[in-house]
Structure formats: C-alpha cells, structure tokens
C-alpha cells in the first residue's frame, strides 16, 4: 500500500463474519502482535517480582460471582458453569503457601452489546502477613501494596510498548489515528471525593454516595487530562453502597480507618485509562462466615463453595471466631485486568472487538 492510498471501508459486520481474512491488514497484525507483547511481559514482570503463574478450571460448580450471570451447562450429568473468574482457585492457591500467584485466563463478563462475552483476563493474587490487632487498621496496607505493584506493571508495559512496538503502533495509528497514551513513572491518585470535586467545579452534579456513570467517568478522565497532562490514574475508596451492590461475592465494604471514618466508604479502587475503567478492586474477604453470609446474600448456593470456604478453615482462618480480628491474620489484595480492554484503550480502538481474534458477544458465536 502506498502511503496516502485510500482505504477500502468496509462494515464491522463484515469484518467479523470473515475474521480469517480480516487480520492481513498491517494495522490488525500489528493490534494482535502488540496483544502477545503485552501478555508476555505481564508474565515476565510478575515473574521478576516473586509470583507464580497457575492454571485454573475454565468449568467450575455453581458460580464464581455472583453479580454475573452465568454460562450453566451439564457436566457429565452434574450441574456447572463456565468459571466467570479464576478468582476462587487463586485464593485456594495462596492459602496452599503459594503467597503470590498469577494466571492468564478466560474470563466470561457481562452480556452487553458494548462488551464481549469471553476474553482474555490477567488475574493477580498475592498475601501478607498482618500483626495488628482488626481488619479496619490493615485493609488499606494491602490495598496501597496492590496499587504499587499495579502502578508499576502498567508503566512498564507502556514503556516497553512505545520502546520495542513503535513499528507496530504507527501501523495502527495509520488506520485508527490516535494520540500516544499520557502517563507519569508516579501515577496520579485521585480519592473518590477529589474527582467527584473535580466533576461538580467543572458543572456536573454527583451523588457523593453513589458512583460515576460511564459519561461521568470519560468527563473526569478529560479533567485529568486538562489539569494534568496524563490519562492514567488510580481513583481510590469507591462508595461503600455501589460497592457493595457490584462487588458481589469477595470484596468488603468495610470502612478503612487508616484514611477514613466514614462508613460510607469502601477499601477498594479503580484504575482508569483515558476515562475507561481497567480495574476495579477490593479487599478480598476471606472469613469463612463471612462468605457464607455474603454468598446467600448474592442467591449462590453455599454447597457449589463448600470446597473454597473449607480451605479458609483449614488454613488462614483455623481459629473460626466470627471476628475480624486475631493475633496473626492474612489479609489478601489481587487485582484483574482484561488484556483485549488494556490493548483497546492503550491505542484508543473504538471497539473492544478489534482487539479480539475471534469474538463472542450476544449476537455472534461464529466463526
């Protein structure tokens, strides 16, 4: 192709229906190229930090979260589903002494047009040993441990990116232009009040109580940008009641009294790329009693977790007081990232689809 050539347009759609043909062009070569390079130095980065990488079942029993709806299927004549997050066999893994794991897994998400329903997701778990006398006075240690290890993975995949993929990139940026991603060695943490302060000088009116819709995000990813010359950030301790009401089954929306006292507030942050969320995260709970009562709350089956919950039993919670508190505790942090999202935002794509090979989505099971 000639530089300055006019492209052929040709639908989405059809794209799609012949996915066989459609990666020829320079700029998909280079979109999945730069998907693998993403992947392996995920891998080589956690590996350098002390992790280890695990496998877990793609079909479990009953299901993994429940604020998804999930895939069901008969298993030889047993009732399953398709794992929605390799989040229960993480937590499994680390109670057996692993300390630090991670897995590079499907991932089944929501059942809406603007996602897809399988993708590839970047699981990371890892523990700590915490001398203190309750949960409320360590929960914000782990997170702020999970945030430095998050901050520091994502800047050096974008450097890595814009140092060894530069071929990649401008290949495309000649079919979908797009402005190099702003960020900072140090990333910007933003407290939940902060932005929503940021959204209502700027004129929009938020319920400090609630969260940010989509439109309510871009804005505030905007604002960043505008006052600080970057598009990616942390925005830490969400709203306790939408966090609670989207977090399902593991994470607390216990207060955290390092930095807050306020009920109203969740241990638990979000890391945006160019206004779009790429992680949203908790503290785990990892109270057997605990997961019980938040399991029935979620309408899962506390039998499907019997397993998962034992192991907190006989492992990090053998004392089975209904106490947040011992005299050595482990507390857990882990964070997720699907890794078609990070390439789609990364080079400011249109549609999650064009960085997936062979997509799955309410209205597409072929080719």
């Given at each position: 192709m000639q530089a300055g050539q006019q492209l052929a347009h040709v639908n989405q759609n059809t794209?799609?229906?012949?996915?066989?043909?459609?990666?020829?062009?320079?700029?998909?070569?280079?979109m999945f190229s730069i998907k693998c390079h993403i992947k392996n130095k995920v891998s080589q980065f956690l590996l350098?930090?002390?992790?280890r990488e695990i496998k877990t079942p793609e079909i479990i029993a009953g299901s993994s979260e429940g604020g998804l709806a999930a895939?069901?299927?008969?298993?030889?004549?047993?009732?399953?589903?398709?794992?929605q997050s390799?989040?229960?066999?993480?937590?499994?893994?680390?109670?057996?002494?692993?300390?630090?794991?991670?897995?590079?897994?499907?991932?089944?998400g929501q059942r809406?047009?603007?996602?897809?329903?399988?993708?590839?997701?970047?699981?990371?778990?890892?523990?700590?040993?915490?001398?203190?006398?309750t949960i409320r006075s360590y929960n914000m240690s782990i997170l702020m441990q999970v945030m430095d290890l998050v901050d520091r993975l994502f800047v050096a995949i974008f450097d890595y990116l814009n140092e060894k993929c530069s071929k990649e990139l401008e290949d495309i940026r000649r079919q979908h232009p797009f402005e190099n991603l702003k960020y900072l060695p140090k990333t910007l943490r933003l407290t939940f009040e902060e932005g929503v302060q940021m959204l209502k000088e700027a004129g929009v009116e938020i319920d400090p109580l609630g969260d940010l819709n989509t439109e309510s995000e871009r804005k505030l990813g905007q604002l960043v940008l505008e006052k600080y010359a970057f598009a990616f950030y942390f925005r830490i301790t969400l709203s306790s009641t939408y966090f609670t009401a989207i977090l399902w089954l593991?994470?607390?929306?216990?207060?955290?009294?390092?930095?807050?006292?306020?009920?109203?507030?969740?241990?638990?942050?979000?890391?945006?790329?160019?206004?779009?969320?790429i992680i949203l995260e908790a503290q785990r709970i990892h109270v057997p009693w605990y997961l019980e009562e938040r399991a029935l709350e979620c309408g899962i089956d506390v039998e499907t977790l019997s397993t998962y919950i034992e192991s907190f039993r006989c492992t990090l919670y053998s004392q089975g007081s209904k106490v947040f508190s011992t005299a050595h505790h482990l507390t857990y942090g882990g964070f997720g990232a699907d890794l078609e999202r990070l390439v789609m935002l990364f080079c400011a794509l249109?549609?999650?689809?064009?960085?997936?090979l062979f997509q799955r989505d309410p209205r597409r099971l072929e080719p």
């Open positions: 794209r799609l229906n012949f996915r066989y043909l459609d990666p020829c062009t320079p700029a998909n070569q280079g350098s930090e002390g992790f895939f069901k299927l008969d298993y030889k004549g047993k009732p399953a589903c398709l794992a390799p989040q229960l066999h993480k937590q499994m893994a680390v109670s057996g002494d692993f300390w630090r794991v991670f897995g590079i897994a499907l991932f089944t809406t047009l603007i996602h897809i329903d399988i993708c590839v997701n970047l699981q990371v778990l890892m523990l700590k040993w915490i001398l203190r006398s593991f994470g607390h929306s216990i207060p955290c009294h390092v930095t807050y006292d306020d009920p109203n507030y969740s241990n638990s942050f979000d890391v945006f790329i160019r206004g779009e969320e249109d549609n999650i689809r064009n960085a997936s």
